[in-house]
């Protein structure tokens, strides 16, 4: 497997020396340089220091080897001094152009986008799903770059000329891409056993009426911050792209005493592998079902409106495009005060926040307390005492405007949303019978 996909020597201490690719055709939004930027935090996250940047500027890609002939010996010779042991392209390959490739520079390891972003991926995976899902995503990818090794060693058992086409080679590829077929289809089985464990688990959720909260945003906007900063968790932070892949739910009491859920998904990137998207849908199932989308920016990135366009694009492709969305503008504490002032007024319905400082947390709190109480309804009850339970999930899962103790039982005046309407219902009393002495 000429192609096969390589993580050897991400999990040691040797470090890749690298050179970067970039094609400028002139129809990308964010400028080569950004994008090379990125791809360069990329390669410091799968373990590559960066020796060399080579750019082109073309009308169109070479259908063949993706850069131009001269360009693709000039990169050789990189590979030859300082003597880079990979290359790395800022767009995906074709399968024949990174054969190609892997024949124009024999010395180095070809790699597009997609598969660093799987390298990073298969490093950080951590719980079962999480690498069952690398896993179908990078076999995916693999799929079609197989190519036979074996060919040269049946063509000298039978001296080459006719029948050598068909030979050993030829046989095991096709033994490389059934196993492969194979073990594809055993990991959306098992995928698919998980995701049933986990829509078991949020149907559990969702009876229960706690309002649901997802933290989405590019990665490294501050999203695991911003968790921790709300909730006291103790969520790893670190400044590096796609930290963690396994999205993590806390519960959280908002001040007014309603208890809701919030949960920390994996950051998007822009040119996010499509293939990654599909292997990670039942992760993002949290984003799709939840009731909030808390989208999260890095607004002291230069491409912070880009960046946005691309989490939309992904929530898009999800199917989580109609959730409703709170903007967070994030990292205020690196922005100066006119650049706060400029994102704030691009986008009104923002909130401004520090999740380092904690400055703006406040005001984050009044709106998921605002959004969290949309569409719920007001509820009079008066709850006997042998029905204690009822009373503490009105303290944890609905908003609660006033609490008296009667000789009757527990008066309360609630804010409930539309799922535990009928819970309270039984106890339901007018306004008019309320004790207020």
Do not use: C
């Amino acid at each position: 497997m000429r192609a096969r996909f390589e993580v050897e020597g991400l999990h040691n201490e040797h470090r890749d020396r690298a050179v970067l690719v970039g094609v400028d055709t002139g129809r990308h939004e964010w400028p080569l340089e950004e994008s090379l930027a990125e791809l360069e935090r990329l390669a410091d996250t799968a373990g590559s220091d960066v020796v060399a940047v080579v750019t082109q500027r073309l009308d169109k890609l070479n259908p063949r080897s993706f850069v131009g002939s001269g360009k693709a010996r000039e990169i050789e010779a990189l590979t030859l001094d300082p003597g880079a042991d990979t290359v790395i392209f800022d767009d995906d390959l074709s399968p024949s152009q990174q054969a190609n490739l892997e024949d124009l520079i024999p010395g180095a390891r070809i790699l597009d986008r997609t598969a660093l972003i799987l390298d990073i991926f298969a490093l950080h995976a951590e719980s079962r799903e999480g690498k069952l899902q690398v896993d179908l995503a990078r076999l995916e990818y693999v799929l079609p770059r197989l190519r036979g090794m074996w060919g040269h060693l049946e063509a000298e058992r039978l001296g080459g000329g006719k029948g050598t086409r068909f030979g050993a080679g030829e046989s095991q590829l096709e033994v490389d891409r059934r196993m492969t077929r194979r073990r594809i289809a055993d990991l959306k089985r098992e995928l698919k056993q998980v995701s049933t464990t986990r829509q078991t688990q949020r149907k559990s959720r969702n009876v229960s009426g706690v309002f649901r909260v997802a933290l989405v945003g590019y990665t490294n906007a501050g999203k695991s911050t911003l968790l921790n900063a709300l909730t006291g968790a103790d969520v790893l932070v670190e400044d590096m792209l796609f930290a963690t892949l396994d999205s993590t739910t806390r519960r959280f009491t908002l001040p007014e005493g309603r208890e809701i859920t919030l949960t920390d998904t994996v950051g998007f990137i822009n040119k996010l592998p499509h293939g990654l998207v599909e292997a990670f849908k039942s992760t993002l199932d949290e984003v799709r079902e939840a009731d909030l989308l808390v989208h999260v920016i890095d607004g002291s990135h230069s491409q912070a409106e880009p960046q946005m366009r691309a989490v939309d694009e992904v929530l898009q492709e999800i199917g989580a495009h109609e959730t409703p969305r709170l903007l967070v503008v994030n990292k205020t504490d690196a922005m100066a005060p006119e650049l706060v002032a400029g994102m704030l007024a691009r986008h009104p319905d923002s909130v401004a926040v520090s999740g380092a400082t904690g400055a703006g947390i406040p005001r984050l709190l009044a709106r998921l307390a605002a959004e969290a109480s949309r569409g719920s309804a007001a509820l009079t009850l008066l709850v006997p005492y042998t029905r204690g339970d009822l009373v503490q999930m009105a303290h944890e899962r609905t908003q609660v405007i006033s609490e008296r103790h009667t000789p009757d039982g527990t008066q309360l005046v609630l804010r409930v949303s539309a799922e535990l309407v009928e819970r309270f219902s039984e106890f339901k009393i007018a306004e008019d019978e309320l004790v207020t002495e």
